[in-house]
């Protein structure tokens, strides 16, 4: 028992350092983003966070917990690297297909959320972000089954950190705004998929087993149902209170509760 415990606390230091540095570098940039973005920009991420969180349940449709269970049920490691590309086919699919629709019905989305078509461009570009974290997020499962996790904070990290980077760019220097902000995540994503694909994809034996895709589905989709729970009881006060109120009070209460 011990040597597992062993495995778990040393699992769960490193997991839980990336985490406080991610959020560490998040606090140490409010104060200069705040000076450059206004309250109702910060309500509209709120939103859009909202929308991208919702999008991100369903397109993803369980994988999280049912790539797992197939990964272990298998011993050999051609199996496993099967389960992983199989799920990364399934995401492709559900990305190309249902995310490609869901850009095409930004204007709805924006009406339906913010009462106006007129952020239906920043919902682009936050759904098209979200399918890419999406994409790659069978790598990121593989390296936590796998047990690497120096290598999976090393990337995550670098993945914020990249997105920092683009936000200080685009934000503070070149003042695009909240597209600036939105298009940062995206080119940090974008960057990230290469990186993750070359130094993960490559150690995964290429593979996919069609009939995997009938029990990822089978065992990930009742998630979905306790996914949309969470985002009703942790997210729903955003799109309340700009019902109710406006934009402007959402950003002031999102940054606030962050």
């Not at 959320?113 to 974290?133: D, R």
């Not at 796998?146 to 683009?166: D, P």
């Not at 087993?209 to 006060?237: E, K, Q």
């Amino acid at each position: 028992m011990w040597p597992d415990l062993k495995r778990l606390a040393r699992g769960s230091v490193i997991y839980g350092a990336g985490t406080v540095l991610q959020r560490f570098l998040s606090l140490l940039l409010l104060p200069f983003f705040t000076r450059a973005l206004n309250p109702e920009d910060y309500g509209v991420v709120a939103l859009t966070t909202l929308v991208a969180t919702g999008i991100s349940a369903c397109l993803g449709m369980g994988t999280g917990n049912s790539m797992g269970l197939l990964y272990f049920e298998r011993d050999q490691a051609h199996d496993r690297h099967q389960v992983v590309w199989s799920t990364v086919l399934l995401l492709f699919l559900n990305c190309t297909f249902l995310g490609g629709a869901l850009l095409f019905a930004t204007p709805q989305i924006s009406n339906f959320i913010f009462q106006t078509s007129a952020y239906a461009n920043l919902l682009q570009i936050s759904i098209a972000s979200t399918l890419l974290t999406i994409l790659i997020e069978p790598f990121y499962a593989y390296l936590r089954y796998e047990e690497r996790a120096k290598i999976f904070v090393l990337l995550t990290f670098g993945a914020a950190l990249l997105g920092a980077v683009f936000s200080i760019v685009l934000v503070l220097i070149l003042e695009w705004g909240v597209i600036g902000l939105l298009l940062a995540s995206l080119f940090a994503q974008i960057v990230s998929i290469f990186v993750v694909v070359l130094f993960v994809g490559r150690h995964v034996k290429f593979s996919i087993d069609l009939a995997l895709l009938a029990p990822l589905v089978r065992i990930g989709l009742p998630s979905i149902f306790g996914i949309f729970a969470f985002l009703i009881i942790d997210y729903m006060d955003r799109q309340m209170l700009q019902r109710m109120v406006d934009l402007t009070s959402v950003g002031i209460y999102s940054v606030g509760y962050n």
